[in-house]
């Protein structure tokens, strides 16, 4: 059985999840308590998010503000927190300051400034992640990597956005070594930035097909669609376009 056609019912394929990468866990040498999984929603539909939080899922990873506009009233009993992991246009903020929780693909200061004017005016305060890019070319999006250190000093003039860790796309490839070189350099980032006083524990990096790489790099956060949730009905370049290509 391939884990990318999971069988069995959510909860089921949730549990599996959570074991393989408990085992992944194991097989680093790290605590599985250290490591969360971040399950991906996008393209499926309420009743099937509504499953998941019947057996004690809330945090849902989305890419697009639509879709998280379009769930947020009929899950609204949930009490959902809606993360933001993909490319986000600045003329969205505006629905982000008031509906996500928390948003893992802040990529350039032009984003920094427009979601925290529109926090101040919330007044919320929001958990964020800094997309890097750890791949040459593959990705289109995340900031560049010797960009880093000057952007994690200018956010610390925004009160809005508590920085909380770093976030990545690994390259696209079979070639494990070249996946594992993309989250090792974002641990690395990670111990740089923490050396220089930033406070920015967490490693969002990993996805259906290469989580187990990214913890064996410190990951703390995986994030998880198709092997929760099944095969989506799009291709992915349809709604995901910072999504690497195969190399
Ligand atoms: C869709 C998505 C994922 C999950 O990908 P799967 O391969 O389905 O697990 C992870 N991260 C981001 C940014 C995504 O958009």
Redesign the pocket.
Known sequence: MSP?HPQGGLQARWQAVRERVDAACRAAGRDPAEVGILP?S?TFPVEVIREAVSFGLRRF?E?KVQEIKAKYEPLADCAIDWIM??HLQTNKVKEVARLVSEV??LDRMELAEALHKRLQIEGRVLDVLVQVKTSTEETKYGLPADELPGFLDALRSFDTLRVRGL?T?AVNSEDESRVRTCFRMLRELRDQAMASGHDVPRLSMG???DFALAIAEGATEV???????GE?AYP?SYY?P??PNPV
């Open positions: 990318n991906v996008k990873g890419n992991i993909g893992q693909s976030m796309l996805m259906s097909g994030r998880i669609g198709t092997a929760i949730f989506r992915d995901w910072e999504k």
